[in-house]
């Protein structure tokens, strides 16, 4: 049984543990619609059924033997045009916990957490709610592959697969929250630079020739950056500068 964290500030002091649910991330949007849900609210899954990824993926799990969860953030201090800094505090929250494990591990933008050679280990999915005075509310859905040996799809894998161990999920999730807690703080207090610098150096094929497709044609180019927006920057071969969306590039060199 997941328990409130007592080592925390304000991450997990409201954890609502179900053996089953459609998507944690559907849950917890219930309960901030319904207004029961206060800032570091946190709804984990033994058995997501129907768990989200990015681009309308399904997230599918093996019950009890991974980490499913979602934590509920109020980033009003932010913009709404500075959303993407978000996404890269929570994923080097998880890259840093894990590294210890994994030490190559690596963000394949824009959040997906992989591991090159063998495949994604986790992924990330925010969804935000903003009111005309701005941002009200963003739920950070997390899933990583922990303790599952078999896959249905090509180009997964897990942190078992990739150590040989097994490990305590509520150990795992106590320590992963703390980090959460503790880059979230970093993001407050304004380190927006040193995020930034952080996420790019663990970037998938940064700054590496790379194959890549849009709007049906394939290209080659070369990653340098994320702008403000968390649109990718691409150089692309005949020097100019690039920039694309969530939907509208695909990666053709796998992890």
Not at 75 to 81: C, G, K, L, T
Request: aromatic share 10%; net charge negative; hydrophobic share 40%.
């Amino acid at each position: 049984m997941y328990k409130i964290l007592a080592n925390t500030i304000f991450l997990g002091k409201d954890v609502h543990f179900l053996p089953e649910c459609h998507s944690t991330n559907d849950t917890a949007l219930q309960l901030v619609r319904e207004k029961r849900a206060k800032e570091g609210t946190i709804i984990i899954c033994a058995n997501q059924t129907h768990g989200k990824g990015q681009r309308g993926n399904t997230w599918m799990a093996e019950p009890g033997k991974n980490l499913t969860f979602s934590l509920v953030l109020r980033p009003s201090f932010m913009d709404i045009s500075e959303q993407f800094y978000l996404n890269m505090t929570v994923s080097n929250s998880i890259r840093r916990l894990l590294q210890d494990y994994i030490p190559n591990l690596q963000v394949k933008w824009p959040n997906d957490l992989i591991v090159p050679g063998f495949g994604k280990i986790g992924g990330i999915l925010i969804e935000n709610t903003f009111s005309g005075e701005g941002w009200e509310n963003a739920v950070v859905g997390i899933g990583l592959n922990i303790n599952q040996l078999n896959f249905d799809s090509e180009g997964a894998t897990s942190l078992s697969l990739l150590t040989g161990n097994q490990f305590n999920l509520e150990e795992l999730f106590r320590l992963l929250v703390t980090q959460i807690e503790q880059g979230y703080i970093q993001l407050k207090k304004g380190k927006w630079n040193e995020i930034k610098a952080d996420y790019l150096h663990h970037l998938f094929l940064k700054d590496r020739l790379a194959k890549f497709s849009s709007d049906g044609m394939v290209f080659f180019g070369i990653i340098t950056g994320v702008n403000q927006e968390g649109k990718v920057e691409i150089s692309l071969q005949n020097g100019d500068q690039a920039l694309f969306g969530l939907k509208e590039v695909s990666f053709l060199d796998l992890p």
